[in-house]
């Protein structure tokens, strides 16, 4: 009898003498396990939308956090710069991790321990205990959840299904992620305005939402079955017969992959920005209430789906090295155009700066992954090379929040926040000028 993994989606014909009967069976079963492979991946795109919110509510609630903990500025970037730290370190053993136990448990797990460490982020805990929750969400997050996400839906894809399942996965994540948010604030806004309680009620609801919602899709998740762990597990197996050393230095021998790396290391600062639009523009020179800023920001998050899908089919229509060109020299523009929004006596032009902004933040985003493929990297190394790209790209995220953080300390009001942005600015105009290198190459390639 001939058949197919049911993962693929492709139907199983018997030879046997009952071979109608069989085969009538067979498509059943297929199709009962595609429809399960969607479901997987519409749980999986809900907890990667679910999970990391509760790390960033800065974006959009860091006026209300700093009175919440009654902490600084600069103790809020230290808290920051400590998960960024664990981020940092976690995303080579966390494909590690992948390979060794069941993805699926491995998320379970992130997403009820992200939960519970919300709860207690949610009691406002001092300073000390502040910094052991980012820590462990640091872990949750990220060596425990993020390369078990990737690999899971890679193990439900079948192989030509990979662009189209990551596609949802990462537009269907940020969609989540702007419901969630819009959700939040209006919690946030009923509770402090209609209702006229105190802010840190409405800051304690908005966690205890996102906390909730993460031990339910954990416990959820834990009573769906994962027909893929024992190809993981095979995977996992020759995967543990290379050299991790001599791997690396392969990957360091290709010039392409440190200009993506640059890429993403100055990308990557384009979309950290973003998180102080809340506060900046809630500053007394510009002086939007914490429910107008929060609103605006959260309307930025409904960008992702627009400039990831969009960025990605212009990249895909055009050159994908060539818009991301434009959107990072375009990103510092705008940036540049931010800072000058203590002159701007126009709202909508405020508003119209930020979705902008988000715009190229997630066109970015979606698009310098996309260069791995050009880079002539071995098949069998492609995972590690995005663990060191990672490593090397996300970097920003132990450093960036020192930066922020002493800035609007030792300059308080806008001047601090418009310094950290015109940083940031020179930062996405230096990843243009990198692009435009591995264009350079990659057409000198194309000659050769």
């Given at each position: 009898?001939?058949?197919?993994?049911?993962?693929s989606g492709?139907?199983?014909?018997?030879?046997?003498?009952?071979?109608?009967?069989?085969?009538?069976?067979?498509?059943?079963?297929?199709?009962?396990?595609?429809?399960?492979?969607?479901?997987?991946?519409a749980?999986?795109?809900?907890?990667?939308?679910?999970?990391?919110?509760i790390?960033?509510?800065?974006?959009?609630?860091?006026?209300?956090?700093?009175?919440?903990?009654?902490?600084?500025?600069?103790?809020?970037?230290?808290?920051?710069?400590?998960?960024?730290?664990?981020?940092?370190?976690s995303?080579?053993?966390?494909?590690?991790?992948?390979?060794?136990?069941?993805?699926?448990?491995?998320?379970?797990?992130?997403?009820?321990?992200?939960?519970?460490?919300?709860?207690?982020?949610?009691?406002?805990?001092?300073?000390?205990?502040?910094?052991?929750?980012?820590?462990?969400?640091?872990?949750?997050?990220?060596?425990?959840?993020?390369?078990?996400?990737?690999?899971?839906?890679?193990?439900?894809?079948?192989?030509?299904?990979?662009?189209?399942?990551?596609?949802?996965?990462?537009?269907?994540?940020?969609?989540?992620?702007?419901m969630?948010?819009?959700?939040?604030?209006?919690?946030?806004?009923?509770?402090?305005?209609s209702?006229?309680?105190?802010?840190a009620?409405?800051?304690?609801?908005?966690?205890?939402?996102?906390?909730?919602l993460?031990?339910?899709?954990?416990?959820?998740?834990?009573f769906?079955?994962?027909?893929?762990?024992e190809?993981?597990?095979?995977?996992?197996?020759?995967?543990?017969?290379r050299?991790?050393?001599?791997?690396?230095?392969?990957?360091?021998?290709?010039?392409?992959?440190?200009?993506?790396?640059?890429?993403?290391?100055?990308?990557?600062?384009?979309?950290?920005?973003?998180y102080?639009?809340?506060?900046?523009?809630?500053?007394?020179?510009?002086?939007?209430s914490?429910?107008?800023?929060g609103?605006?920001?959260?309307?930025?998050l409904?960008?992702?789906?627009?400039?990831?899908?969009?960025?990605?089919?212009?990249?895909?229509?055009?050159?994908?090295?060539?818009?991301?060109?434009?959107?990072?020299?375009?990103?510092?523009?705008?940036?540049v155009?931010?800072?000058?929004?203590?002159?701007?006596?126009?709202?909508?032009l405020?508003?119209?700066?930020?979705?902008?902004?988000?715009?190229?933040?997630?066109?970015?985003?979606?698009?310098?992954?996309?260069?791995?493929?050009?880079c002539?990297?071995?098949a069998?190394?492609?995972?590690?090379?995005?663990?060191?790209?990672?490593?090397?790209?996300?970097?920003?995220?132990?450093?960036?929040?020192?930066?922020?953080?002493?800035?609007?300390?030792?300059?308080?009001?806008?001047?601090?926040?418009?310094?950290?942005?015109?940083?940031?600015?020179?930062v996405s105009?230096?990843g243009?000028?990198?692009?435009?290198?591995?264009?350079?190459?990659?057409?000198?390639?194309?000659?050769?």
């Open positions: 009898m001939s058949s197919t993994h049911p993962a492709r139907e199983a014909v018997s030879t046997r003498p009952d071979g109608a009967t069989r085969e009538t069976h067979e498509t059943g079963a297929t199709r009962h396990a595609g429809t399960q492979r969607y479901v997987q991946l749980l999986l795109v809900i907890a990667a939308g679910a999970i990391y919110p790390l960033y509510l800065r974006q959009v609630y860091q006026p209300t956090m700093l009175e919440f903990f009654h902490i600084t500025e600069s103790q809020l970037g230290y808290l920051y710069s400590m998960l960024g730290t664990i981020f940092l370190i995303y080579l053993p966390s494909g590690w991790l992948a390979d060794r136990i069941a993805p699926r448990l491995l998320i379970c797990f992130s997403l009820v321990a992200t939960g519970a460490l919300g709860l207690l982020y949610a009691s406002a805990p001092p300073f000390p205990v502040l910094m052991m929750v980012f820590g462990g969400w640091g872990l949750t997050t990220g060596l425990t959840f993020w390369a078990a996400v990737i690999k899971r839906v890679n193990l439900l894809a079948g192989a030509d299904e990979q662009g189209r399942f990551f596609g949802v996965l990462d537009g269907g994540r940020g969609l989540v992620e702007a969630l948010a819009t959700i939040a604030i209006s919690l946030f806004a009923w509770l402090t305005q209702k006229s309680l105190p802010v009620t409405g800051f304690r609801s908005v966690v205890h939402l996102y906390a909730f993460c031990i339910a899709l954990g416990v959820l998740l834990a769906v079955k994962d027909p893929d762990a190809r993981a597990e095979q995977r996992a197996m020759s995967h543990g017969r050299n991790v050393l001599a791997d690396l230095l392969t990957l360091a021998k290709i010039p392409e992959l440190w200009l993506v790396a640059a890429i993403v290391f100055c990308g990557y600062q384009v979309f950290w920005a973003t102080s639009f809340s506060a900046y523009l809630h500053e007394g020179a510009i002086g939007l914490v429910v107008m800023a609103t605006i920001t959260t309307l930025k409904w960008m992702r789906p627009i400039g990831g899908i969009g960025g990605g089919f212009l990249g895909d229509r055009l050159s994908k090295i060539s818009v991301l060109v434009i959107a990072l020299f375009l990103a510092a523009l705008s940036l155009g931010l800072i000058a929004a203590p002159s701007i006596d126009n709202h909508l405020l508003v119209f700066l930020v979705l902008f902004i988000g715009v190229l933040t997630y066109a970015i985003r979606g698009l310098y992954w996309s260069l791995l493929d050009r002539n990297v071995p069998p190394v492609t995972g590690l090379a995005i663990g060191l790209i990672s490593v090397l790209g996300y970097s920003p995220d132990v450093f960036l929040p020192l930066i922020n953080g002493w800035l609007t300390t030792n300059y308080p009001g806008v001047a601090g926040y418009q310094m950290y942005f015109g940083y940031v600015a020179a105009a230096v243009g000028v990198a692009g435009l290198v591995l264009r350079s190459r990659f057409n000198r390639e194309v000659r050769s």
